[in-house]
């Protein structure tokens, strides 16, 4: 199976704290995105990260890529109460159709 | 500027009962995704079409599922019959190219009985 797992599964820090979430996956991809999920709430999408870029950054959200290892992480810094919420990692197929493989994901929640 | 709008939010019905959910991407996207979402399996693609035509829909767990894009601006996902089992949130996303990030509507939740 092309999906990626999340780890770990749920998360609990304090507002201010730093929020780190891993994703593994199996074959090789094109791009890797990250989205979030509110609760009731479709998916927003975060960031997507291409197979030959190893870092990306955007406001509070820094996504590294190790291809290598099959793996991706996703940090917030300086977390809020407003990032609590379900987070997912989705890779695509370096070949054939482009539909996206989502991960079970982690459940973030941030203390106020 | 308007997202990707789903109907109805929740639907509740019994089982054998046909259920239309239906789908409007936004305006200028060419593909389009629907998607299940439950607590056992998580999200999982069902069906995704590009300019209208319909790509892989190896995701459709039954011939109890179709799904139809008529045009550009609409798309509808129908489980006839339905049973519990199919109870779930059923979410369309829609993006401007296969490879693009896809915006996602806030689904429908939807319980067979």
């Known amino acids: 199976s092309q999906q990626g797992e999340e780890d770990p599964q749920a998360l609990s820090i304090q507002e201010g704290e730093n929020a780190t979430m891993n994703c593994s996956y199996k074959?090789?991809?094109?791009?890797l995105q990250w989205y979030r999920q509110n609760s009731g709430r479709g998916l927003v999408h975060l960031i997507l990260?291409?197979?030959?870029?190893r870092e990306k950054h955007s406001g509070r959200l820094r996504v590294t890529l190790d291809t290598s290892k099959k793996s991706s992480s996703l940090l917030i810094t300086a977390s809020r109460a407003a990032d609590t919420a379900s987070y997912f990692c989705a890779t695509d197929k370096q070949t054939g159709a482009n539909n996206l493989f989502f991960g079970t994901g982690t459940r973030l929640t941030v203390i106020p | 500027d308007a997202g990707v709008i789903q109907s109805p939010r929740h639907e509740v019905t019994e089982m054998g009962q046909e259920v239309t959910l239906r789908c409007k991407p936004i305006s200028g996207h060419n593909s389009l995704f629907w998607y299940r979402q439950t607590m056992m399996r998580g999200l999982e693609l069902l069906i995704y079409?590009?300019?209208?035509?319909?790509?892989?829909d190896s995701g459709m767990p039954e011939d109890r599922f179709s799904a139809k894009m008529p045009n550009a601006s609409f798309s509808t996902l129908k489980i006839q019959p339905s049973e519990p089992r199919d109870s779930a949130v059923y979410f369309c996303a829609s993006s401007f190219a296969e490879d693009q990030p896809q915006h996602f509507g806030d689904g429908t939740r939807l319980s067979i009985l």
């Open positions: 079409f590009n300019n209208n035509v319909p790509i892989d």
């Open positions: 074959t090789s991809i094109n791009n």
């Open positions: 990260i291409r197979s030959n870029e």
